[in-house]
Nanobody, 116 residues
């Protein structure tokens, strides 16, 4: 059974940091590109960051470049999103995504709230 389980969300003040984790099981993690998406209330889902299956390439939304870092650990079958210098506009539900060819899997998401 495929599972993607996110953790690490919560309430943080502006300027603070959080690290999200997404633990994967039920598929060959190392063969999949991994991404983080987010969706804020009343807004469309946004691709935040992607890391290739080899980990050799990453891409970021312009809104998070220089503040967020995506990484993966193929031994632990986990992808991470380090989020620094958080802003109120980063408030959203963050979901991880695994993709390889026609196979796409989603996690349930974790809430991140940036507020003073």
């Amino acid at each position: 059974q495929v599972q993607l389980v996110e953790s690490g969300g919560g309430l943080v003040q502006p300027g603070g940091s959080l690290r999200l984790s997404c633990a994967a099981s039920g598929f060959t993690f190392s063969r999949y590109a991994m991404s983080w998406y987010r969706q804020a209330p009343g807004k469309e889902r946004e691709l935040v960051a992607t890391i290739t299956s080899t980990g050799g390439s990453t891409n970021y939304a312009d809104s998070v470049k220089g503040r967020f870092t995506i990484s993966r650990d193929d031994v632990k079958n986990t992808v991470y999103l380090q989020m620094n210098s958080l802003k109120p506009e980063d408030t959203a539900v963050y979901c991880c995504n695994a993709a390889r060819s026609l196979w796409v899997y989603w996690g349930q998401g974790t809430q991140v709230t940036v507020s003073s």
